[in-house]
């Protein structure tokens, strides 16, 4: 099994910065696929971006393409998701996801818990 906890959520005006933090545990391999979702209040679950392995190949959603920035942490077995000139449409809960075919898939064997992010006006 694979625990992820997600963490660094918080409130943040528009134009501010957050960094997430995805911690995994238990029978991670350091070859999983690595991901973040969001999720806003009525919407469904949407994909955010996604990191290989080596931490350089990854998948970004087109919203968050140039703004947000994912770094995987091997040694920590940690990923994180660092958010930049965030905009009150990016309010969702946060979640990491672990383990899939490809850093194109959305179907995911592992998730988090979430994290809040919320962006004032």
């Known amino acids: 099994q694979v625990q992820l906890v997600e963490s660094g959520g918080g409130v943040v005006q528009t134009g501010g910065s957050l960094r997430l933090r995805c911690a995994s545990s238990g029978r991670t391999l350091k070859s999983d696929i690595m991901a973040w979702f969001r999720q806003a209040p009525g919407k469904e679950r949407e994909f955010v971006g996604a990191v290989n392995w080596s931490g350089r190949v990854i998948n970004y959603e087109d919203s968050v393409q140039g703004r947000f920035i994912i770094v995987r942490d091997a040694a920590e077995s940690s990923m994180y998701l660092e958010m930049n000139s965030l905009k009150p449409e990016d309010t969702a809960v946060y979640y990491c996801?672990?383990?899939?075919?490809?850093?194109?898939?959305?179907?995911?064997?592992?998730w988090g818990q979430g994290t809040q992010v919320t962006v004032s006006s």
């Open positions: 996801a672990a383990r899939a075919s490809s850093i194109y898939s959305k179907n995911y064997e592992f």
